[in-house]
């Protein structure tokens, strides 16, 4: 075997001219020899040129090198990819060198949409790369979605092919290795996956900014909006943890607190939760309605700073002109409503046509779906809340000293990660009945697809992560009333009280715990199952020895068979986790302020683990443009107002800043002062404890105990009735809730009115240019016209042909 003819047809044909654009894989023992057979026939009969390799490491499997012509190409593409390279690289050490970049383009052109009319307006300097390898794919890809393999309308599209077992796998091969023997600082980079490895994926370049032009005119172009995301994403939450400030207090004494659970609890002293008051105190404090309000504002600066710097993006990467009119029917929806068409009021073509009853019908069975699924998530929550009200009285009298004194610690720890195993097992259901729901809608084009799944996924997910938590923020202790008569689960279980402390510190240890082990995990099956699967399937072809024996390098299209799939959905799995993760930082910030710097530690490490990932790991993924980020802007907006609404909430009720508010202006020693400080809160502590009989209990106890409430002593003459004092903190509870959310909507929107969509430099800069292409245009169509009417023997008299 010829080594060098294999390390030559790598990424050729066998002629070492015809570039591979694309690989299709199958088995020989396959019983679907029939339909390849049509399949590859159409695809001939298309216009594109196919080549056989047999695998050098399995007998059974082949491959189909694919490659598009240059009449195929001017035939099928609809739009040309920017020509001109900008790249602004200052002399900074978080930016990449300009000398570490080549020069990716030659000339210094215009763009403008492709057209074989106007061919001769083109500077075709080299056919071979005029059009680029992921435009090329993308051709390809379009051609394989819209050949038959039999008779029939719905006969068609390589994913049926793929789904019934004719072809294993259908990708674009890569450009080459991503490593080379030699430094690229001396001998450059030998192809651009080489580069981007260097640049990008290396865990050595982790403080530099992300190369976003080499990225988007890699194979990887798929990726370049969601790096700019989260590059972007990374760069705010660098600007926010600055300002989360923590101050420390702890106030203790030897009052007796009442039992907090049926039988095995005993009395415990208030000192004894000293720590957990300290705990509290970081995240509930003075400091904690100023931190929530900056992150209300953070996060609208942040989503319109982003549509800022997606303009720009959009630009340098010409998808100005180019609108979601433009996209192609789904194969599956042309073959589903071929027999019902209607005009086109766009292209005023006609086009295949979901009937509204058939779309509302599907619609409702899908939502149907979406709220079984979020019912069972509630169920789950149900689930662990009785677990916590059986493991309470367990943990209570449980023989180690240690987990006996802090049974509320073992119970609310074990609690949250049974929650977390539930949360990650209903992800794979969630994931599957997502897909079969949106399937059952019909989706007209791949956008509406993805829309549509984004939407389930991030519904199912959202509520499947954070039920819990809004659980333990809103509920948890509200309704378990009072020593003497508490209220009970089934008549059985008491229902759980708070921490002497309070629940801020059950809701941050939930988030805590949650956030961590969930970045933890999404972590590990990024990078570490690829790992583990790609070094299995190495192992398995050394075990072979077929490689070893005859010293063979395998080409490039048989290694990226050997590398892992990307996902089906894309980078919807990437945006989903960034959505998620925006919506721990925001949404229930004032009770766990570190979210934003998890948030910030994790994605040093994201943006690093998904480079490393596509770049080594995957086979490359199918191109696609993108203007913005599609739907999950508009969830972002609505997790903003979400969270907005939420810290209000958490403020005025959970944490115990308005009782201490209350206290301090209407009960405490400075009263008559008009004004606050440390020691106007002096006796709030024995203010916002109510005074229980223990005689009451019939537990052999006497004397009295205290409890979180404001409620008339036993020898008032109304007992346990909620005190005058109880009805102010609900008042300002509630006129807070009302004053906060105004107030930051309307600081909100200001900031949002302020701030424009597209920097006016970039305005001027695309009216700039579209009045020298229509100049540009003119004159060239003029000069065309008058060497064909020269040729022609006619005479020119500079009229606009």
């Not at 600007?239 to 609890?265: G, Q, R, S, Y």
């Not at 929806?333 to 046509?353: H, L, M």
């Not at 939502?367 to 009285?393: D, K, Q």
Request: charged share 20%; net charge positive.
């Amino acid at each position: 075997i010829d080594t060098n003819v294999l390390a030559t047809s790598g990424l050729f044909f066998k002629d070492g001219k015809k570039r591979i654009d694309y690989i299709l894989v199958y088995k020989k023992s396959s019983p679907q020899v029939e339909k390849r057979s049509t399949f590859e026939k159409n695809l001939r009969a298309e216009g594109l040129m196919l080549e056989r390799e047999v695998s050098f490491t399995n007998s059974d499997i082949m491959f189909v090198k694919i490659h598009c012509p240059w009449d195929t190409l001017i035939i099928y593409f609809y739009y040309l990819s920017k020509s001109r390279f900008f790249l602004w690289l200052p002399r900074n050490p978080m930016k990449l060198d300009k000398e570490a970049l080549p020069d990716l383009e030659e000339t210094d052109c215009y763009t403008a949409p492709f057209s074989r009319a106007r061919i001769h307006h083109f500077t075709i300097n080299n056919k071979d790369s005029f059009f680029s390898n992921s435009t090329r794919s993308r051709i390809v890809h379009h051609m394989l979605q819209r050949t038959k393999y039999e008779d029939g309308k719905s006969k068609m599209g390589i994913n049926r092919l793929l789904n019934n077992g004719t072809y294993e796998a259908a990708f674009p091969p890569h450009e080459g290795s991503h490593k080379s023997r030699h430094p690229i600082k001396t001998h450059g980079a030998q192809n651009h996956r080489h580069l981007l490895y260097e640049r990008w994926a290396r865990w050595g370049m982790w403080y530099k900014y992300q190369p976003l032009d080499l990225i988007r005119y890699s194979p990887q172009t798929v990726l370049t909006t969601f790096a700019a995301y989260l590059g972007y994403n990374n760069g705010f939450y660098e600007h926010e943890i600055i300002f989360d400030k923590l101050f420390v207090i702890c106030e203790a004494n030897e009052t007796i607190m009442c039992p907090m659970c049926e039988k095995n609890c005993t009395l415990q002293k208030l000192n004894e939760s000293c720590i957990y008051a300290k705990v509290t105190h970081l995240f509930d404090n003075g400091g904690t309605v100023f931190f929530a309000i900056f992150m209300a504002i953070w996060a609208t600066v942040f989503l319109e700073f982003w549509k800022r710097r997606r303009a720009v993006l959009t630009y340098d990467w010409d998808l100005i002109d180019w609108e979601d009119e433009e996209e192609e029917l789904r194969p599956q929806f042309e073959a589903k409503y071929s027999q019902v068409e209607r005009v086109n009021p766009i292209t005023g073509k006609p086009e295949p046509f979901q009937p509204f009853p058939d779309k509302l019908s599907r619609l409702m069975v899908s939502v149907s779906g979406i709220f079984f699924m979020i019912s069972l998530v509630l169920t789950a929550v149900f689930a662990v809340v009785v677990y916590r009200l059986v493991a309470m009285e367990q943990f209570a009298s449980f023989q180690w000293y240690f987990i006996k004194k802090y049974w509320q610690f073992a119970t609310s720890g074990t609690g949250v990660c049974i929650n977390f195993m539930i949360i990650m097992s209903l992800n794979v259901v969630y994931e599957k009945v997502a897909y079969l729901l949106t399937d059952l809608e019909h989706p007209r084009t791949d956008s509406e697809w993805e829309n549509s799944f984004a939407l389930k996924m991030f519904l199912f997910q959202f509520v499947n992560l954070n039920s819990s938590i809004f659980y333990i923020a809103f509920f948890l202790g509200r309704f378990a009333g009072r020593p003497g008569k508490y209220n009970k689960l089934f008549n059985r279980w008491r229902l759980e009280e708070c921490h002497p402390s309070g629940c801020l510190i059950d809701l941050c240890l939930q988030m805590g715990v949650i956030m961590v082990l969930k970045q933890m995990w999404n972590n590990f099956m990024e990078l570490g199952y690829p790992l583990l699967q790609n070094w299995w399937s190495r192992r398995k072809i050394k075990k072979g020895g077929q490689l070893l024996e005859h010293k063979i390098s395998l080409p490039q299209w048989e290694k990226d068979w050997n590398l892992q799939p990307m996902n089906l959905h894309g980078l919807m799995d990437e945006y989903l986790e960034m959505v998620l993760q925006f919506g721990f930082t925001t949404i229930f910030v004032a009770a766990f302020p570190l979210a934003p710097l998890l948030a910030l530690l994790n994605n040093i490490i994201e943006i690093r683990l998904d480079a490393y990932k596509f770049v080594t790991q995957w086979r490359r993924p199918m191109p696609a443009r993108a203007t913005d980020i599609g739907i999950w802007y508009g969830i972002l907006e609505g997790i903003g107002v979400l969270a907005v609404i939420t810290n209000a909430f958490v403020i005025a009720i959970t944490s115990d800043y308005i009782p201490r508010f209350v206290y301090a202006y209407k009960y405490g020693p400075c009263v008559d002062q008009g004004y606050r400080q440390e020691k106007c809160l002096k006796g709030y502590v024995n203010s916002s404890l109510s005074i229980f009989d223990l005689s009451e209990l019939g537990m052999g106890y006497s004397g009295y105990c205290r409890y979180r409430d404001y409620r008339a002593p036993p020898w008032s003459s109304a007992p346990y009735e909620f005190t005058l004092q109880f009805w102010h903190v609900l008042a300002a509870r509630l006129a807070f809730i009302i004053v906060f959310e105004h107030l930051v909507f309307g600081i909100k929107s200001f900031i949002a009115y302020l701030i424009p969509d597209m920097p006016k430099d970039l305005c001027d800069r695309m009216r700039r240019e579209k009045y020298l292409v229509q100049e540009m245009m003119y004159e060239a169509e003029l000069e065309h016209l008058q060497r064909e009417r020269k040729k022609n023997g006619k005479q020119y008299h500079h009229e606009w042909p």
